[in-house]
């Protein structure tokens, strides 16, 4: 079934060897203090010294500061992304293949190379998910070295904003959601902020997939567990939509009926679906006949019986059971906070649902709908399947999520759409060879995503200027250069956040969850029941504050409270990156506004523009903040004073970019004729042009 | 269509392509199109204000009383200006437009749960993990399309700071106005108007070099945004949000529900077809005595004002007023003196809009808990609006992934609702 990437792997080798004798000349050149240069490898830092591995394979150390201080910079991001030799062979590779297509194409070769300003505008949006402070910008466009772009690349790659922004990504993708939408009530906190400290570890994305469809236990147990138990209920959705995001097919059609445009089946849909069958992600799910025959949930993963236990015990605590009212918060607490908690149990199994057809009811064993069924030797299901899916082997792994990180980078996936695209997918793509090889280079960084996105932003088509014209169609492109993008929503209020309280928005932490999962953490072996009652006072304590799920662990020890994240405000307008907020962000919010997902459905984030966007441009209390009366933009150029540098000011800190002569004659002129109302009308139209938005 | 498009699908197997072709061809679906005849209104709507009672709404308390039942409480029956339909004694102004109502007493779901409750009874379909149904707004302006040259949307959501369409192209979301008499967010200019056409000029100047240098439709489609945006504030239609020059401003009632239904009727005669108006509080698991008492005649108030004041200006006829919740609440009063989920049995009204006024549909048993009689699913229910609103029930869209839908999930329309 996947011929299509073995036909290629022949072709792609022979290219390969041609490149390959590139690759030796791309060893970086080290520059000593006094100017004398040495081709060799980044291996490590040890003290004072930086390991050099040199022609000949021999690793020698050189010590640090008789480097150049570019050099010095150069080992310190190394010492964090690992040498770039095999990235710039990679990021050249991919350009080679890009180009023998381009002139198949007709077309003579990449798109213009970017402009410093365009560029460091470009990768700081693409990398930490904002525009470039103004100090940012200028800092980037007056230097002068040659490694400039390689250089703020990495540095950007080691910093907070790119874990807040590729959460976002995967955010929309994973559906993560505070509320636990399938199960009302419930938080998420835990979970989501797993996902925040997994990307800022760089954890590799198959580890993340393995830990997620393996878990056990509940969001404070595991936060991992919040993946398979956003869906507690609704099993066969969380499998189509595993399907989507694994695999990047869409089995939901098969879900009730035969598939209309694919070879799927029902019973491959519910074959596949039955890796989680015996998948318990609720206390409900598993009831055991008592001595009398009535049927009692159990907790998962507890000693039998623990939940009649801890009863009992709450009533010596005056807990009267058979008062609704006060009991309702413990019956929350016990069957919905702690209960929804994963478990495998041979005794349970999803049957197809009786609404569906001739095979309702019936139970499928599982089986993979593409490669090799993975032995089981011990394993539970899901452990087969997540050694299943994220083996070398599996045809699709790879390649979907290199497919979606490509499409992060330059706008456009090379296939389309990306959570759907054809088994037989080298037909539907213009690039089957970058395809194929950009699957497999996702396999050699295994699962590395800061790797990966370091080898993109490194290519020559990457850094040109976006195709000027829309292409018609993601089969046909040919990659001169990335698409034309509008921010996404996080990225403009992030930018709008920058604007309006400067680069520490970037280390601001707002919901962590931490306080939530401190109270749902308890090991039902060997904890107390006193000191689970004390979990449960402090959860109902909060009831009202959707029981503390937004709030941060007092730092104290000894006494479990929650506090409110300490964070500036503007009015009630928290001034934090969309990371930060509630996920996903308030209705009303700008961040809705432009288009965020409601994380119900995956890859859900709009582009669009809308009436109520512009007129929050115009009009909202954000903009009034950046061009009102006490506009941080214009405080910001105060310390400038010809009229020039403060036009240019503008021009850097909106747009990022040098001002054309006459628009540069323009601001002068609204600036000699107004003051610094010139400077507020002059903002406030670059917020409003339409450039703002854009991603060139 | 169907078969150029099927046909055009490079994933598209030949297996369908023949079964749908042979569908097409040999008259399979003859008896679809049939059905598809008989679905269409006689006298569409031009309008439809559906008013969403949120948390779930007792039947019993309502439209669905039983009298001398003990699982009554404290509400008692009235009778109303139409012989043998009575109504909850929170009522007493809408008793008095029985003749304009028609009552559904037959509404039954499965979903117990709000969420896919109310979803299911804005969208007429099952929410699902795997795709976003449009609500009837969206759906509506993507088969009936929008008057050109309307400055206002085709549709709006009242009570809500957020909206979509669904799968539906995001330009079709409902504008969503979260307070009725806070008119539309960000629409006070932060500088005199002079200034503000100063600051618009040199945006637009600065933004054209951009625009004519990408052939994007995406900054395009911003500067005819801006320019919507700065009609719609040049405009007077802003006025139609604007409820303080409205003399019958407390006939409706100063509440949200109230003041909701006195936008609506306002947006209507602007031309918006379709205005949802959310009405929160309904969910009383506690106290549904002091819940009525308070929820109760706000929605009598401004629904039976609604309909005079359409009635008055000659707008009842084109104007389909729904009345709806989620499900209804349990004949059995709990511990707390509330009433519980119960998506069995429930009441819905529909008036205007060629309603035929005066009678009750569906019938629950003596104690409310089951349909006996002319049941309607939350699907039928849906359907039931679109039919009012002249919607071609079959007509088949497709959503991006390629999954086909219709108006309401096959719902049948209860057409004998209408005159």
Redesign the interface.
Same mark, same amino acid.
């Given at each position: 079934m996947f011929y299509a990437s073995s036909r290629f792997a022949h072709r792609l080798a022979a290219t390969l060897v041609a490149v390959a004798s590139l690759s030796s000349v791309h060893a970086r050149v080290w520059t000593s203090a006094d100017g004398r240069p040495l081709a060799a490898e980044f291996v490590a830092l040890q003290g004072e010294n930086v390991l050099l591995k040199i022609a000949g394979g021999r690793t020698i150390p050189v010590p640090l500061a008789r480097l150049s201080k570019a050099d010095q910079e150069a080992a310190g991001r190394f010492a964090i992304l690992g040498d770039d030799t095999a990235t710039m062979r990679s990021a050249k590779m991919i350009d080679a293949l890009l180009a023998k297509n381009l002139v198949k194409g007709g077309i003579r070769s990449f798109n213009q190379p970017l402009p410093d300003d365009l560029f460091a505008r470009r990768v700081y949006l693409d990398i930490i998910g904002r525009i470039p402070t103004r100090e940012e910008f200028q800092s980037f466009a007056e230097n002068s070295r040659p490694d400039k772009r390689e250089a703020l690349i990495d540095e950007l790659l080691t910093e907070p904003g790119r874990a807040s922004h590729l959460f976002n990504y995967f955010a929309d993708m994973f559906r993560l959601n505070g509320n636990a939408d399938f199960a009302p009530g419930q938080r998420a906190e835990p979970y989501i902020q797993w996902w925040k400290d997994e990307i800022a570890k760089n954890t590799h994305y198959d580890v993340m997939v393995r830990e997620m469809l393996t878990a056990n236990g509940n969001i404070g147990q595991n936060p991992a567990s919040g993946f398979l138990l956003r869906d507690a209920g609704m099993e066969f959705d969380a499998f189509s939509n595993f399907g989507q995001i694994g695999l990047g097919v869409d089995l939901s059609c098969a879900q009730c009926h035969d598939h209309p445009f694919a070879d799927w089946v029902m019973s491959d849909f519910y074959e596949m679906a039955a890796y989680f069958g015996n998948t318990q992600r609720t206390m409900g799910q598993y009831a055991v006949a008592d001595s009398m025959g009535m049927k009692r949930a159990t907790m998962p993963n507890a000693p039998d019986g623990w939940v009649d236990s801890f009863r009992k015990f709450a009533q010596t605590k005056g807990l009267n059971l058979e008062d609704p009212d006060a009991s309702r918060p413990f019956n929350f607490f016990v069957n919905n906070a702690l209960g929804w908690n994963i478990a495998d149990n041979a005794t349970m199994d999803h049957p197809v649902p009786t609404t569906v057809g001739e095979i309702g009811g019936q139970v499928f064993k599982p089986r993979p709908i593409v490669g090799d069924k993975p032995g089981t030797g011990g394993k539970t299901r899901r452990e087969a399947l997540a050694e299943w899916l994220t083996a070398k082997d599996n045809p699709r792994f790879a390649l979907v999520i290199a497919n979606r990180m490509w499409s992060r980078a330059f706008g456009r996936a090379l296939l389309e759409p990306v959570k759907d695209f054809p088994l037989e997918w080298a037909k539907a793509t213009g690039q089957p060879e970058v395809t194929a090889f950009v699957a497999e280079e996702m396999k050699r960084v295994n699962y590395d995503l800061r790797e990966f996105m370091r080898i993109l932003y490194n290519t020559k088509a990457y850094q040109t200027y976006a195709t000027a014209a829309e292409p018609a169609s993601t089969q046909n492109y040919l990659f001169a250069g990335p698409v034309l993008r509008r921010m996404r929503a996080e990225q403009a209020w992030d930018s709008f956040m920058l604007l309006a309280h400067g680069e520490q928005i970037d280390e601001i932490k707002g919901r962590d969850g931490s306080f939530y999962k401190e109270l749902l953490n308890v090991n039902f072996e060997k904890d107390s029941f006193e000191a689970i009652w004390s979990k449960y006072e402090a959860f109902k304590q909060n009831r009202g504050r959707g029981y503390g799920s937004t709030m941060i662990l007092a730092s104290e020890s000894g006494s479990l409270s929650g506090v409110e994240p300490d964070v500036p405000k503007l009015g009630n307008l928290e001034l934090i990156r969309a990371s930060e907020m509630v996920q996903p962000a308030p209705g009303a919010s700008l961040v809705d506004t432009f288009g965020q997902s409601d994380r119900i459905i995956t890859d859900q984030h709009t582009y669009d523009g809308s009436v109520p966007q512009v007129l929050a441009l115009m009009n909202g209390s954000i903009t009034d903040r950046l061009t009102g009366p006490t506009s941080k933009v214009v405080e910001d150029l105060k310390s400038l004073d010809a009229e020039e540098d403060k036009v240019r000011g503008v021009f850097f800190t909106i747009l990022s970019r040098f001002p054309s002569d006459e628009e540069q004659a323009m601001g002068v002129e609204m600036l000699d004729s107004y003051g610094d109302d010139g400077i507020r009308d002059l903002a406030w139209a670059l917020i409003n042009s339409p450039e703002f938005l854009f991603i060139q | 269509m169907h078969i150029a498009e099927?046909a055009s $699908?490079?994933?598209?197997?030949r $297996? &369908?392509f023949m079964r $749908?072709t042979a569908l097409f061809s040999l008259g399979v679906g003859l008896s679809y199109t049939q059905l598809a005849n008989a679905q269409t209104a006689p006298k569409k709507a031009k309008a439809l204000i559906y008013i969403f009672n949120r948390g779930g709404m007792s039947h019993l308390d309502t439209f669905d009383p039983k009298e001398g039942e003990a699982l009554m409480g404290k509400t008692t029956a009235i009778s109303t200006n139409v012989a043998g339909i009575r109504f909850g004694d929170k009522f007493e102004k809408l008793a008095k437009h029985a003749d304009k109502l028609a009552v559904i007493n037959g509404m039954m779901s499965f979903n117990a /749960?709000?969420?896919r409750g109310t979803y299911q009874m804005r969208t007429g379909y099952n929410r699902?993990? %795997?795709?976003?149904h449009p609500t009837v707004g969206p759906f509506a302006e993507r088969l009936l399309g929008k008057p050109s040259g309307q400055i206002l949307?085709a549709s709006v959501l009242v009570g809500?700071?957020?909206s979509?369409a669904g799968y539906l192209?995001?330009?079709y979301?409902p504008?969503?106005i979260?307070d009725p008499s806070g008119g @539309?967010?960000?629409? %006070?200019?932060?500088t005199e108007t002079e200034?503000?056409d100063?600051?618009?000029s040199?945006?637009?100047?600065? *933004?054209e070099? +951009? @625009?004519a240098? &990408?052939?994007?439709? *995406?900054?395009k489609? &911003? @500067? /005819?945004? &801006?320019d919507?945006?700065t009609k719609?504030?040049r405009s007077n239609e802003l006025s139609a949000f604007d409820l303080t020059g409205e003399s019958n401003r407390e006939a409706y009632g100063m509440t949200r529900v109230g003041q909701g239904c006195l936008l609506a009727r306002r947006l209507v005669e602007h031309g918006v077809r379709v205005i949802e108006v959310i009405n929160d509080g309904w969910d009383m698991h @506690?106290g549904v005595d002091q819940g009525f008492a308070d929820k109760g005649p706000q929605l009598d108030q401004a629904v039976a004002a609604l309909l005079e004041d359409l009635k008055a200006k000659g707008l009842l006829e084109s104007t389909l007023v729904a009345v709806a919740t989620e499900f209804g609440r349990t004949p059995e009063i709990? +511990?707390?003196a509330g009433r519980d989920h119960h998506s069995i049995a429930f009441s819905t009204l529909l008036a205007g809009g060629g309603v035929k006024g005066g009678q009750v549909w569906g019938k629950t048993d003596k104690q409310g808990k089951k349909v006996v009689e002319g049941k309607v699913m939350p699907e039928d229910w849906v359907a039931t609006i679109g039919y009012g609103l002249g919607i071609n029930l079959q007509e088949t869209i497709f959503a991006?992934?390629? $999954?086909p839908f219709t108006f309401s999930d096959k719902g049948k329309p209860v057409t004998q609702l209408f005159a």
């Amino acid at each position: 079934m996947f011929y299509a990437s073995s036909r290629f792997a022949h072709r792609l080798a022979a290219t390969l060897v041609a490149v390959a004798s590139l690759s030796s000349v791309h060893a970086r050149v080290w520059t000593s203090a006094d100017g004398r240069p040495l081709a060799a490898e980044f291996v490590a830092l040890q003290g004072e010294n930086v390991l050099l591995k040199i022609a000949g394979g021999r690793t020698i150390p050189v010590p640090l500061a008789r480097l150049s201080k570019a050099d010095q910079e150069a080992a310190g991001r190394f010492a964090i992304l690992g040498d770039d030799t095999a990235t710039m062979r990679s990021a050249k590779m991919i350009d080679a293949l890009l180009a023998k297509n381009l002139v198949k194409g007709g077309i003579r070769s990449f798109n213009q190379p970017l402009p410093d300003d365009l560029f460091a505008r470009r990768v700081y949006l693409d990398i930490i998910g904002r525009i470039p402070t103004r100090e940012e910008f200028q800092s980037f466009a007056e230097n002068s070295r040659p490694d400039k772009r390689e250089a703020l690349i990495d540095e950007l790659l080691t910093e907070p904003g790119r874990a807040s922004h590729l959460f976002n990504y995967f955010a929309d993708m994973f559906r993560l959601n505070g509320n636990a939408d399938f199960a009302p009530g419930q938080r998420a906190e835990p979970y989501i902020q797993w996902w925040k400290d997994e990307i800022a570890k760089n954890t590799h994305y198959d580890v993340m997939v393995r830990e997620m469809l393996t878990a056990n236990g509940n969001i404070g147990q595991n936060p991992a567990s919040g993946f398979l138990l956003r869906d507690a209920g609704m099993e066969f959705d969380a499998f189509s939509n595993f399907g989507q995001i694994g695999l990047g097919v869409d089995l939901s059609c098969a879900q009730c009926h035969d598939h209309p445009f694919a070879d799927w089946v029902m019973s491959d849909f519910y074959e596949m679906a039955a890796y989680f069958g015996n998948t318990q992600r609720t206390m409900g799910q598993y009831a055991v006949a008592d001595s009398m025959g009535m049927k009692r949930a159990t907790m998962p993963n507890a000693p039998d019986g623990w939940v009649d236990s801890f009863r009992k015990f709450a009533q010596t605590k005056g807990l009267n059971l058979e008062d609704p009212d006060a009991s309702r918060p413990f019956n929350f607490f016990v069957n919905n906070a702690l209960g929804w908690n994963i478990a495998d149990n041979a005794t349970m199994d999803h049957p197809v649902p009786t609404t569906v057809g001739e095979i309702g009811g019936q139970v499928f064993k599982p089986r993979p709908i593409v490669g090799d069924k993975p032995g089981t030797g011990g394993k539970t299901r899901r452990e087969a399947l997540a050694e299943w899916l994220t083996a070398k082997d599996n045809p699709r792994f790879a390649l979907v999520i290199a497919n979606r990180m490509w499409s992060r980078a330059f706008g456009r996936a090379l296939l389309e759409p990306v959570k759907d695209f054809p088994l037989e997918w080298a037909k539907a793509t213009g690039q089957p060879e970058v395809t194929a090889f950009v699957a497999e280079e996702m396999k050699r960084v295994n699962y590395d995503l800061r790797e990966f996105m370091r080898i993109l932003y490194n290519t020559k088509a990457y850094q040109t200027y976006a195709t000027a014209a829309e292409p018609a169609s993601t089969q046909n492109y040919l990659f001169a250069g990335p698409v034309l993008r509008r921010m996404r929503a996080e990225q403009a209020w992030d930018s709008f956040m920058l604007l309006a309280h400067g680069e520490q928005i970037d280390e601001i932490k707002g919901r962590d969850g931490s306080f939530y999962k401190e109270l749902l953490n308890v090991n039902f072996e060997k904890d107390s029941f006193e000191a689970i009652w004390s979990k449960y006072e402090a959860f109902k304590q909060n009831r009202g504050r959707g029981y503390g799920s937004t709030m941060i662990l007092a730092s104290e020890s000894g006494s479990l409270s929650g506090v409110e994240p300490d964070v500036p405000k503007l009015g009630n307008l928290e001034l934090i990156r969309a990371s930060e907020m509630v996920q996903p962000a308030p209705g009303a919010s700008l961040v809705d506004t432009f288009g965020q997902s409601d994380r119900i459905i995956t890859d859900q984030h709009t582009y669009d523009g809308s009436v109520p966007q512009v007129l929050a441009l115009m009009n909202g209390s954000i903009t009034d903040r950046l061009t009102g009366p006490t506009s941080k933009v214009v405080e910001d150029l105060k310390s400038l004073d010809a009229e020039e540098d403060k036009v240019r000011g503008v021009f850097f800190t909106i747009l990022s970019r040098f001002p054309s002569d006459e628009e540069q004659a323009m601001g002068v002129e609204m600036l000699d004729s107004y003051g610094d109302d010139g400077i507020r009308d002059l903002a406030w139209a670059l917020i409003n042009s339409p450039e703002f938005l854009f991603i060139q | 269509m169907h078969i150029a498009e099927l046909a055009s $699908r490079d994933c598209a197997s030949r $297996r &369908y392509f023949m079964r $749908r072709t042979a569908l097409f061809s040999l008259g399979v679906g003859l008896s679809y199109t049939q059905l598809a005849n008989a679905q269409t209104a006689p006298k569409k709507a031009k309008a439809l204000i559906y008013i969403f009672n949120r948390g779930g709404m007792s039947h019993l308390d309502t439209f669905d009383p039983k009298e001398g039942e003990a699982l009554m409480g404290k509400t008692t029956a009235i009778s109303t200006n139409v012989a043998g339909i009575r109504f909850g004694d929170k009522f007493e102004k809408l008793a008095k437009h029985a003749d304009k109502l028609a009552v559904i007493n037959g509404m039954m779901s499965f979903n117990a /749960e709000h969420e896919r409750g109310t979803y299911q009874m804005r969208t007429g379909y099952n929410r699902i993990g %795997t795709i976003s149904h449009p609500t009837v707004g969206p759906f509506a302006e993507r088969l009936l399309g929008k008057p050109s040259g309307q400055i206002l949307p085709a549709s709006v959501l009242v009570g809500e700071s957020t909206s979509n369409a669904g799968y539906l192209d995001p330009k079709y979301s409902p504008l969503p106005i979260a307070d009725p008499s806070g008119g @539309v967010p960000n629409t %006070t200019l932060l500088t005199e108007t002079e200034r503000f056409d100063k600051r618009m000029s040199i945006a637009n100047k600065l *933004g054209e070099q +951009f @625009v004519a240098k &990408y052939n994007y439709a *995406g900054p395009k489609s &911003y @500067v /005819e945004y &801006y320019d919507q945006a700065t009609k719609l504030l040049r405009s007077n239609e802003l006025s139609a949000f604007d409820l303080t020059g409205e003399s019958n401003r407390e006939a409706y009632g100063m509440t949200r529900v109230g003041q909701g239904c006195l936008l609506a009727r306002r947006l209507v005669e602007h031309g918006v077809r379709v205005i949802e108006v959310i009405n929160d509080g309904w969910d009383m698991h @506690v106290g549904v005595d002091q819940g009525f008492a308070d929820k109760g005649p706000q929605l009598d108030q401004a629904v039976a004002a609604l309909l005079e004041d359409l009635k008055a200006k000659g707008l009842l006829e084109s104007t389909l007023v729904a009345v709806a919740t989620e499900f209804g609440r349990t004949p059995e009063i709990n +511990f707390n003196a509330g009433r519980d989920h119960h998506s069995i049995a429930f009441s819905t009204l529909l008036a205007g809009g060629g309603v035929k006024g005066g009678q009750v549909w569906g019938k629950t048993d003596k104690q409310g808990k089951k349909v006996v009689e002319g049941k309607v699913m939350p699907e039928d229910w849906v359907a039931t609006i679109g039919y009012g609103l002249g919607i071609n029930l079959q007509e088949t869209i497709f959503a991006p992934n390629g $999954r086909p839908f219709t108006f309401s999930d096959k719902g049948k329309p209860v057409t004998q609702l209408f005159a």
